[in-house]
Nanobody, 119 residues
């Protein structure tokens, strides 16, 4: 029943911009946060940015000042505006929805969308 549908990935030149969207639907429960992770070939998946229901945000140091995460709670949609893109931003980007129950964390993931930054 739960679906996370991502869109907005593609090919862009260095210095360009891209906007990712993720629309969540289904029996999501009480959402603690939504966010974006990315994984490049040969590397571990890493947090890019996250946002809570109270709109508190955090970012990886590598993207601070360049990326902006936002959220529409009514639509259960999270966005990632990516500016001043660099080749090292190339990765598969995954939407994440996080729930917590007592001391346990539950993560749901989108299918991933490819972002390629190249001249």
């Amino acid at each position: 029943q739960v679906q996370l549908v991502e869109s907005g990935g593609g090919l862009v030149q260095p210095g360009g911009s891209l906007r990712l969207s993720c629309a969540a639907s289904g029996s999501l429960g009480s959402i603690t946060s939504m966010g974006w992770y990315r994984q490049a070939p040969g590397k571990q998946r890493e947090l890019v940015a996250s946002i809570t229901g109270g709109l508190s945000t955090n970012y990886a140091d590598s993207v601070k000042g360049r990326f902006t995460i936002s959220r529409d709670n009514a639509k259960n949609t999270v966005y990632l505006q990516m500016n001043s893109l660099k080749p090292e931003d190339t990765a598969v980007y995954y939407c994440n929805v996080r729930n917590r129950f007592l001391s346990t964390t539950y993560d749901r993931w989108g299918q991933g969308t490819q972002v390629t930054v190249s001249s």
